[in-house]
Structure formats: structure tokens, C-alpha cells
T-cell receptor
């Protein structure tokens, strides 16, 4: 399974944009890039996903490099409720819907 | 929120005893998953199900078995619990193989003494 590399932790200030990076240099052509986040004492929740093009939804934006070897999750205005562990995951679109989680990035948001 | 419940939410048991964790969904989703979460490892897939009576192993299946006799219930059994199985267990569901989202339950904290 293709692996991802993320920083262990990041800090942000409230109401500022946050850019969470992810490297996935061994990504294959059928791998989707998914982002999930896990708030304290809760199960993970879906944030966004993409294949090749940049994606936007109500929670965040996903910017995918042209060679697809890296991606960035963008939170446009961080709030205190965005403090969580963010997981960047590659899902093989040609196989079963199994997610392989890494250790993620712990995002701290300062007021 | 997706209708997923896990029971029990907390359990303390002794080494060598059998333990069964239950995941119940009200979404009629076909796929169900069991993960465990340990410090430094993120979430790891134990077993998953792609239909009633259809299950398969994940990356850390040793010491665990599962059963799915109804669409809404997915049971995870530790036949003889060990201290290494102390963990937080999450159930997840999705409606198709290509579903963009898995919906996770609230988790069960299991301590094996």
C-alpha cells in the first residue's frame, strides 16, 4: 500500500489559513487522496478527497500537485474546533474501500 | 451524523477471557469495518465485511474474529484477550466499495489487565 508522509504537528492562529502538507511520492495512477480528521475522543471524520484536480467543499480545499506526489489540505480560516489530528490517506480506487491510516498531523489552533 | 453505535463504550477485562464488541448501524450500508487505534500507529484495519456473512482480514487480524449475520450488526470477538489488545476500537461503515467516505462510530475503549 502506498504510504504518506506528514509532519507530526503544526500550529496555527485562530481565523488564519492553515496549509497541511502531505507527501506521497509512491502514489499510483488509481490512488485517490483522502483526508480525514479526528477530534479529541471521537472517531475520524471525512474531510475531502481528490484524484487529480483541486477540490473544494464546505470544510476545506485540497490542492494536488501536478505530478500528484504531494498534496495540501487548506483550511481557509482555522477555528478552535479545527484542532484535531489530520490524516492524509491514499485509497486504491481499483481495490476494496480500505483506508490505510498513517500517524497524521496534530493541528493546534491558538486563540 | 451516520447512525452508528458501538457497545460497550468502555470495558475492562482480564487476560484470557473472551470479549465481543458490537457495532450496530441504521444506515443499511453494505460495508463495515473494524479498526484499532494505538498511540504511534494511527488506525489499523482489523477485519472488514462486504455483505452478510462476507468478511475478510485486514492488516492486524491475528487474535480477532468477526461475524456478520445481519446487515446492521458487525461483531468483533477476541477469543482470549491479551494485554496487547488493549486499545480503542472503532467501527466504520460505507455504502459502496467506491464510496468516498467511511463513517466512524464513537469507539470502544478496551483494557485488558
Amino acid at each position: 500500500d502506498a504510504k504518506t508522509t506528514q509532519p507530526n504537528s503544526m500550529e496555527s492562529n485562530e481565523e488564519e489559513p492553515v496549509h497541511l502538507p502531505c507527501n506521497h511520492s509512491t502514489i499510483s495512477g488509481t490512488d485517490y487522496i483522502h483526508w480525514y480528521r479526528q477530534l479529541p475522543s471521537q472517531g475520524p471524520e471525512y474531510v475531502i478527497h481528490g484524484l487529480t484536480s483541486n477540490v473544494n467543499n464546505r470544510m476545506a480545499s485540497l490542492a494536488i500537485a501536478e505530478d500528484r506526489k504531494s498534496s495540501t489540505l487548506i483550511l481557509h480560516r482555522a477555528t478552535l474546533r479545527d484542532a484535531a489530528v489530520y490524516y492524509c490517506i491514499l485509497r486504491d480506487g481499483s481495490a476494496t474501500n480500505k483506508l490505510i491510516f498513517g500517524t497524521g498531523t496534530l493541528l493546534a489552533v491558538q486563540p | 451524523d451516520a447512525g452508528i453505535t458501538q457497545s460497550p463504550r468502555h470495558k475492562v477485562t482480564e487476560t484470557g477471557t473472551p470479549v465481543t464488541l458490537r457495532c450496530h448501524q441504521t444506515e443499511n450500508h453494505r460495508y463495515m469495518y473494524w479498526y484499532r487505534q494505538d498511540p504511534g500507529h494511527g488506525l489499523r484495519l482489523i477485519h472488514y465485511s462486504y455483505g452478510v456473512k462476507d468478511t475478510d482480514k485486514g492488516e492486524v487480524s491475528d487474535g480477532y474474529s468477526v461475524s456478520r449475520s445481519k446487515t446492521e450488526d458487525f461483531l468483533l470477538t477476541l477469543e482470549s484477550a491479551t494485554s496487547s489488545q488493549t486499545s480503542v476500537y472503532f467501527c466504520a461503515i460505507s455504502d459502496s466499495r467506491d464510496s468516498r467516505e467511511q463513517y466512524f462510530g464513537p469507539g470502544t475503549r478496551l483494557t485488558v489487565t
